[in-house]
């Protein structure tokens, strides 16, 4: 009786997993758009966030390549946003105003 048993529990342990991982069509592969957000864009979400009062972090590693990406859209916004953006960096407290005058130039 208790070989019946357990031999009856290791079928059940071998066949369960193989039940249970069939694929159901609701995990069909599915495309997940993805928009590509020019460099002016991605300048103006990171200064609405410092004007939203986030802090300024480890993105200020990146401000060069933001703003390398607005140098080949408009070099003017370029040379204004380079040098709001290094104020920001040396003074991390006037982010959010900063940002916001900014953000009424580009």
Same mark, same amino acid.
């Given at each position: 009786m208790m070989r019946r048993t357990c031999f009856l529990l290791l079928v059940m342990a071998v066949s369960l997993p193989w039940l249970g991982c069939g694929g159901s069509p609701s995990q069909q592969p599915r495309a997940i758009p993805v928009v590509q957000q020019t460099g002016l864009d991605q300048a103006r979400q990171l200064l609405q966030g410092y004007v939203d009062g986030n802090p300024v972090g480890s993105e200020a590693d990146a401000y060069g390549d933001i703003v390398s990406a607005?140098? %080949?859209?408009?070099? *003017? !916004?370029?040379?204004?946003? $380079?040098?709001?953006?290094?104020?920001?960096?040396?003074?991390?407290?006037? %982010?959010?105003?900063? *940002? !916001?005058?900014?953000?009424? $130039?580009?």
């Amino acid at each position: 009786m208790m070989r019946r048993t357990c031999f009856l529990l290791l079928v059940m342990a071998v066949s369960l997993p193989w039940l249970g991982c069939g694929g159901s069509p609701s995990q069909q592969p599915r495309a997940i758009p993805v928009v590509q957000q020019t460099g002016l864009d991605q300048a103006r979400q990171l200064l609405q966030g410092y004007v939203d009062g986030n802090p300024v972090g480890s993105e200020a590693d990146a401000y060069g390549d933001i703003v390398s990406a607005v140098r %080949a859209e408009d070099s *003017a !916004k370029a040379d204004v946003l $380079e040098a709001g953006l290094n104020e920001i960096a040396a003074n991390p407290s006037i %982010a959010g105003r900063k *940002a !916001k005058e900014l953000l009424d $130039e580009l």
